[in-house]
């Protein structure tokens, strides 16, 4: 759902260090804005941007970039970056449709696509505009590494099922699958939630989570 519109939020992204203004500048060159050969990887709708920061500071040996399109979403992940008493240097935004991820990052580029808790356009007629889409999976396809993969958690069902079959009639190979993210022995361990993970969690709700790559020739 969209936030309502924020005064000055514009604003507040354009000066604020951790939005690139320009990301289309950086496509294959990414790596010369953090100044190091760090992997990139990237969360598509990120939110507020806990997930992302949160993984950034666990995970040093890796360049991290979170996706908003809405200004007044992206103006809160800002807000809490800047409240960080200890900020590390391997992350930054961008306000960007996810439509246009072919435009700022280059063939091969990405390592990790992380997806989480993304809007499930319940309507079949918005079928397309859900993260998991064929098209939007035709776009991950295009942007990462060899063995690079996506990584998508719900606890809509509904979507998480709709994804599953995506994935598999466009060639791609699951890894993991779990209806039950918090009780997998496996799947569970070192798992960072994100805040909508944490409220729909205690209210008793499981968590699906899968990983996967592309693989094959996707059914026309």
């Not at 190091?36 to 992302?52: A, C, D, Q, S, T």
Request: glycine content about 6%; some cysteine.
């Amino acid at each position: 759902m969209r936030l309502r519109n924020i005064p000055g939020s514009r604003d507040t992204i354009a000066e604020s260090r951790w939005v690139v203004q320009e990301p289309a500048s950086f496509r294959s060159r990414w790596n010369q804005l953090f100044r190091n050969e760090h992997p990139i990887h990237i969360e598509v709708g990120m939110g507020k941007g806990r997930f992302l920061m949160d993984l950034a500071a666990a995970h040093p040996e890796r360049n991290y970039i979170g996706i908003e399109m809405y200004s007044s979403v992206l103006l809160r992940a800002v807000q809490k970056a800047d409240a960080l008493l200890e900020p590390s240097e391997n992350f930054r935004f961008l306000r960007l449709d996810a439509r246009d991820l072919t435009s700022v990052f280059a063939p091969g580029e990405v390592e990790r696509i992380y997806l989480n808790f993304s809007d499930p356009w319940p309507k079949s007629r918005h079928a397309g505009r859900r993260l998991t889409s064929r098209q939007f999976l035709e776009r991950y396809r295009q942007i990462l590494s060899p063995g690079g993969r996506v990584e998508f958690k719900t606890d809509n069902q509904e979507l998480f099922r709709f994804s599953l079959d995506e994935i598999r009639e466009q060639g791609w190979i699951l890894d993991a699958v779990t209806f039950d993210l918090h009780r997998d022995p496996k799947l569970s361990i070192g798992n960072i939630m994100t805040e909508y993970e944490e409220k729909f969690s205690s209210m008793g709700n499981p968590i699906c989570k899968l990983s996967a790559r592309p693989g094959g020739t996707a059914v026309r």
